[in-house]
């Protein structure tokens, strides 16, 4: 069995699932055996058990209160005990905040090899083999591991969300044995915006530091967004001095994404930033600096001021 645990938020799985679905399909089609199966943890999950099941072979759904919000430790519980209850051969973990957090303690419940933030994943031989990305994700390297279960992480952003399969696979309701929680959620706040999550975007305008000043940041990039419809992404510059949430940092050290047209504004392009939007479809680029290295992926490029193209932007999407 290929087991793979879901991302689901408001209702719907998330993108990075379906994209999980694929990962675990390269396996299986490079010679991994076992039926892919997806684990669907929460309370009230019925309708995303429903959805999973146009993706997998088979849908195992722990609907519980204790699962209602999100624990490292009863997720990583759940993910051990249910890889160990159907003989899992890999468990695949999204390579989100919350999976980071509680993949190792997976891998340590199984005693298994861990293989983190893969972009690719295949066969060799016996061996699951990965790849990833090191040394400020300037080197890509692959990785190998072998055993009788591996746990891995997927790089948000890195494979193409999966295509429905042809029938709907089966649902089973699934009994855990978790442990008493030694942290209590007392309260939650969510921040709330109208404009769609940079993980599930298939138009991103990111903000660099040629944008100028936080005020030409909301005048230009977000004054874009809105009218196109797009999601809002910042590079780390950005975020460092203060004008952007860290929740909008694309690179590297934040969201990795791979929409069909990403729109850099006052980008320079430096590889950290690269590596976490390089795969998009379609890159546009507008900086005043010729040479600046955005310019080098970049599919369309305007040398030239934001402040005077951008606003002739919005008029022409405006028409």
């Known amino acids: 069995?290929?087991?793979?645990?879901?991302?689901?938020?408001?209702?719907?799985?998330?993108?990075?699932?379906?994209?999980?679905?694929?990962?675990?399909?390269?396996?299986?089609?490079?010679?991994?055996?076992?039926?892919?199966?997806?684990?669907?943890?929460?309370?009230?999950?019925?309708?995303?058990?429903?959805?999973?099941a146009g993706y997998a072979e088979q849908v195992l759904v722990a609907d519980l209160p204790a699962?209602?919000?999100?624990?490292?430790?009863?997720?990583?519980?759940?993910?051990?005990?249910?890889?160990?209850?159907?003989?899992?051969?890999?468990?695949?973990?999204?390579?989100?905040?919350?999976?980071?957090?509680?993949?190792?303690?997976?891998?340590?419940?199984?005693?298994?090899?861990?293989?983190?933030?893969?972009?690719?994943?295949?066969?060799?031989?016996?061996?699951?083999q990965a790849q990833r990305y090191t040394f400020l994700a300037r080197v890509t390297e692959t990785v190998?591991?072998?055993?009788?279960?591996?746990?891995?992480?997927?790089?948000?952003?890195?494979?193409?969300?999966?295509?429905?399969?042809?029938?709907?696979?089966?649902?089973y309701d699934?009994?855990?044995?978790?442990?008493?929680?030694?942290?209590?959620?007392?309260?939650?706040?969510?921040?709330?915006?109208?404009?769609?999550?940079?993980?599930?975007?298939?138009?991103?305008v990111t903000g660099g530091r040629g944008v100028g000043s936080p005020e030409n940041f909301s005048t230009?990039?977000?004054?874009?967004a809105d009218r196109i419809g797009a999601g809002v992404g910042a590079t780390r510059a950005v975020v460092d001095a203060g004008w952007r949430?860290?929740?909008?940092q694309v690179g590297q050290t934040g969201k990795t994404v791979q929409p069909g047209a990403y729109i850099a504004l006052g980008v320079s392009g430096a590889v950290q930033h690269l590596s976490g939007m390089g795969k998009s479809k379609y890159i546009v680029a507008i900086n005043k600096d010729a040479e600046a290295p955005i310019f080098k992926v970049a599919d369309y490029g305007i040398v030239g001021d934001i402040t005077q193209i951008v606003p002739a932007l919005i008029e022409a999407a405006k028409k």
Do not use: C
């Not at 069995?1 to 991302?7: D, G, N, T, W």
């Not at 699932?17 to 399909?25: D, F, P, Y």
């Not at 039926?35 to 309370?43: D, E």
């Not at 190998?144 to 089966?170: L, N, W």
């Open 1 to 52: 069995m290929i087991l793979i645990v879901a991302e689901h938020a408001g209702g719907k799985l998330a993108k990075s699932t379906l994209e999980m679905v694929t990962a675990a399909r390269d396996v299986a089609g490079a010679g991994r055996e076992g039926p892919i199966t997806l684990l669907v943890l929460g309370q009230n999950v019925a309708g995303v058990a429903t959805e999973a």
């Open 67 to 128: 699962l209602a919000t999100y624990n490292p430790e009863l997720w990583a519980a759940a993910a051990a005990q249910i890889a160990q209850e159907g003989e899992a051969n890999l468990v695949v973990i999204g390579g989100s905040r919350s999976g980071r957090e509680y993949a190792p303690r997976v891998a340590v419940k199984l005693d298994a090899p861990y293989l983190e933030d893969a972009t690719r994943l295949g066969m060799n031989g016996a061996a699951v």
């Open 144 to 171: 190998e591991a072998e055993g009788g279960v591996i746990v891995v992480t997927v790089k948000p952003g890195s494979f193409a969300p999966a295509a429905a399969a042809a029938g709907a696979g089966e649902q």
């Open 174 to 204: 699934v009994e855990l044995d978790l442990p008493a929680p030694r942290v209590e959620v007392t309260g939650k706040s969510v921040e709330k915006t109208s404009r769609v999550a940079l993980s599930e975007a298939d138009v991103i």
């Open 220 to 224: 230009y990039v977000e004054g874009l």
């Open 245 to 248: 949430p860290y929740a909008e």
